[in-house]
């Protein structure tokens, strides 16, 4: 070996032995984020934004280096490169998005899984991470099902069956109860092997069907549809409901809805319920969608990823009334469980759901082992269900439920702070966290209702140029964040969409300040002449409507 | 608001805001680990093994705990009941698993990538961690493809377009590439609106066909039968092509089964290459199935979730000819980039592929955007991305080439040491750096081709026990660690499947002395009174035998 190869052979032990001093970049760094990471990422994350196409330029070299940097070298490019230019997600005044701020010992944990480096696909790479991961998946079973004590004694830790499936988030887990709902009702029969086995197509052939179809409300999360085309189901057949003024799925057009397929012989694959639905927040009636699957016989999903921790609250609990009769639900831990990114589950009401994606091989997964990989979508996997019972146990029931309670609190008062403020409109009222709203000066909030169709429609549309702008520029400022969406508001419900302001309130760093002064930043965003301009087009709009028109 | 309420409100902030002191038990965990995480992990982790059903009992209440935990006493369960036992994967002598050491770096900067909590579904929430995804990505391509510079100058950044995707593992790779090629198959046509939308029932009569396969070899990993289910193709349609006396796809076999399908009137939709099988880590003649799949015109797919690093090695690199003709690749972070568990890729040779599954939704993934959840199977995911940047960039090319080298090295250097133990027979010898043997005594290799079948199947079965009682002792032990499989061995070629030790040979730190030990220790096992039971009946079957079969 030369001495060149030698060194480096050195050298590449090195990094795999000698930690990084304390006193080094890294090191520093990760004394920092340990001793206060909030305080870290203030520093670091440099609030007024590059363009992205500008910070492009520092990501754009395709070719793998050759020779190997210092990591001192590498971590000043990740501070000033990568850190700088990353989203301040933890901030309280960042209430746009569904992540939030993080418990502090969410950071040391996660470096212990880390540094274990278990793959919960089988008990041969995690062990204990196992029943661990089980223990998890039956606490949030109980959490939904409220089971006796007996049934969790019996299944938890049962080889051949499974509670939920862990995952890396809500659009595995909703997939994964999709995928399970379309095996079971395809289940081998007579000289029919099972769709697992034959497919779809000699599925439907076998149950003599010509599509197969999910209902859902308009307000479904995207992956539902993502799920239909990966299942062979087809985009086309996730049907979109129509939902009431509340957000809410309406019932009657359910029924109407799922009378059409039969007349097109389209099975019911599943009724979704939503739990809390993405941009509005709202809560599907549950009871009554549960009540309706039994009817008609099929698989009733509810997906609520964001909605679930709603359990914790013995306030709001009612809210999801009827959950508990759900075949399957979807909770994400890395949104209401204040778990870091990537952590989802899915459980199942019966144990013996999942057996229809069973699978073994060879060298793992064998029949009989308690190998988790059996009924997972995914294969090797972190042990990240450690941070969900970290959470579970250091917070406790009570204390989600305060994070929980907390929330629709805070959504409340936001909810009248836009009410009271001359400049905004409250679009959709919270029912959990989560409220949208627009910019709609009281005067023109007054003229409104009173403007013929095709006029409310372009005034609409002006409107929906401010919230963008103002959206954009607040993003840009990066002192406070809202997202933006579009929907049909029940006011204006001319079948038009209208761009709003979204709002999440789940970070418990949020006060009542924070958010007067988010509105604040948007009444001096629109303060701005290229606003103002907007502003003018509509009232010229409005003085050269007819008469008739604009009274 | 009641006194209770309230110290229970301040405790909830304090969770966020004040961080573990360094003298705490977390916070001395922590330390522990920055420190020297190999002495932390050999420190805490308890050798000796408990049965799993012992374990359970630690993990077995379902309900949530009602109130909150003192961080210290459940970073005590933590160490004691979680840690203690789980599986050392960073030990030199495991050498059974596909995860090994992790390099120091990747601990800090876990830490900083938790500490942001970035989602990469979308621009929003990730910022910088959006280009430097698809820079790591475009790295991979460039690795695999060896495109020119003006290539990725155009599409690394490009809106519209991917160069693959990142995802938590390689089952969800493979599934998104079989996912790509479904869906461009049957793309829109006409008045078909293509299988995303109408699902693959109307599909496959809009092609007139019967079913759609995927033709890999009987060495597939599991996650292609998961796909094909998935999918909604049916694992009927995984065809599992017989391997060569090298483990690699037998053409003949291949392009017969080709023939059966068209008779069948079934369309090939991907052939499948697999670069390292999980089993045998043996490479497929991937040149000539490209040659094959252009010719009969269906997508070609290489798995190369194990082996994709090889292509590092300027000396080994030529093994993997062809895969640069192939029209997705997967490749792991999480086995021989050396990254945290939970990290993956598939790569496209067009950045139109991806295409095929493209979705958008009103808040997020809007048309034109750079947000990645655009085309990848999952939704929300963290920045996992920054390890595998941070690996390439510290690492370099010629680190990981040294890696590479070095494990192929090593693996062929343990093939000799089985080779010349009288106690152990080599099965499959490495091509990369995985190896399969078995316990087979000299003397009785030397018998064994002289056996008629029948008495062949009986010595043969037991062996297989040996092999699994000495597996399953060295494991609990707790000392060394090589898995088992079961495989159809070249030499032993009736047919039947004979159970191996299996052997992977990618940490750095594991050397010739370490190897010579676990030999050792299986040798140590096998003189126990009940592994020499087994062999005494083989004796007995030998010589009870009759003399035309025993010679």
């Known amino acids: 070996m030369t001495e060149i190869a030698l060194a480096s052979l050195q050298n590449l032990y090195r990094i795999f032995t000698v930690p990084e001093a304390p006193d080094s970049t890294l090191g520093a760094i990760d004394q920092a984020i340990s001793e206060n990471v909030e305080d870290f990422l203030h520093k670091h994350i440099v609030a007024l934004e590059r363009s992205l196409e500008e910070i492009e330029k520092d990501f ?19 501070k000033q490169k990568l850190v700088a230019q990353s989203v301040h997600t933890a901030a309280p005044g960042f209430v746009g998005h569904m992540t939030s701020a993080l ?53 938890i830790h049962d080889s051949e069956h499974a509670l939920g499936a862990f995952c890396s ?53 995207y992956s539902l549809k993502k799920a239909t085309d990966l299942l062979g189901l087809g985009r086309d057949n996730l049907i979109l409901v129509d939902t009431d003024l509340d957000n809410r799925i309406d019932l009657i057009s359910l029924k109407e809805q799922y009378r059409e397929l039969l007349k097109r012989n389209i099975r019911p694959l599943a009724l979704v319920g939503i739990a809390g639905t993405t941009e509005t927040g709202h809560v599907d009636p549950l009871d009554k969608m549960a009540d309706f699957a039994a009817e008609i016989g099929c698989h009733f999903h509810v997906d609520a990823a964001w909605g679930g921790p709603t ?44 057996s229809a994606i069973e699978h073994h091989a060879n060298y793992i997964l064998r029949h009989g082992s308690k190998d988790l990989g059996s009924h997972t979508l995914e294969g090797s996997r972190p042990g990240k269900a450690l941070l969900v019972h970290a959470g579970l146990s250091i917070i406790g029931r009570k204390g989600y439920e305060l994070l929980i309670d907390l929330g629709i609190e805070r959504a409340r008062k936001f909810a009248e702070l836009i009410d009271q403020h001359p400049n905004f409109e409250l679009i959709t009222k919270p029912e959990l966290n989560i409220l949208t709203y627009r910019f709609n000066p009281d005067w023109l909030q007054d003229l409104l209702p009173r403007l013929d169709p095709a006029l409310l429609n372009q005034v609409n549309q002006l409107l929906d140029q401010i919230v963008q702008e103002v959206q ?18 029940a006011k204006y419900d001319n079948g038009q969409q209208i761009t709003v302001f979204r709002s999440v309130l789940a970070n418990p760093l949020t006060t009542e300040k924070i958010l007067s002064e988010v509105l604040q930043e948007q009444c001096d965003i629109v303060r701005d002449t290229e606003v103002q301009r907007l502003l003018e087009q509509i009232k010229t709009l409005l003085k050269n409507a007819k008469p008739a028109a604009a009274i």
């Open 311 to 354: 359990l914790f609250s013995d306030t709001h609990r009612h809210l999801l009334r009827g959950i508990e009769r759900a075949d399957s639900v979807t909770i994400d831990a890395h949104k209401q469980l204040y778990v870091p990114m990537g952590a989802g589950m899915v459980l199942f009401k019966s144990p013996d759901t999942l």
């Open 103 to 155: 418990p502090y010992f969410m950071l040391p944990l996660s470096r212990i899984m880390t540094a274990l480096n278990q793959n919960l696909v089988k008990v041969e790479t995690s062990k204990a991470f196992t029943p661990l991961e089980r223990q998890v998946l039956a606490m949030l079973h109980r959490l939904i099902y409220l089971r006796e004590d007996k049934f969790y004694d019996q299944w």
């Open 472 to 489: 954009k520029r607040q993003r840009e400022a990066g002192k406070t964040f809202v997202s933006r969406t579009r929907l049909r508001a």
């Open 60 to 78: 754009s070299f395709a070719a793998i280096p050759e020779e190997p940097t210092f990591v001192s070298e590498y971590t000043e490019f990740v």
């Open 169 to 221: 988030g809500g659009t595995i887990a909703n997939t994964t109860a999709l995928w399970a709902a379309r095996n079971r009702l395809f289940q081998p029969e007579g000289d029919f092997r099972g769709i697992a086995e034959e497919g779809l197509f000699k599925a439907y052939q076998h149950l003599k069907c010509e599509g197969l179809a999910v209902l859902v409300s308009r307000r479904a999360h």
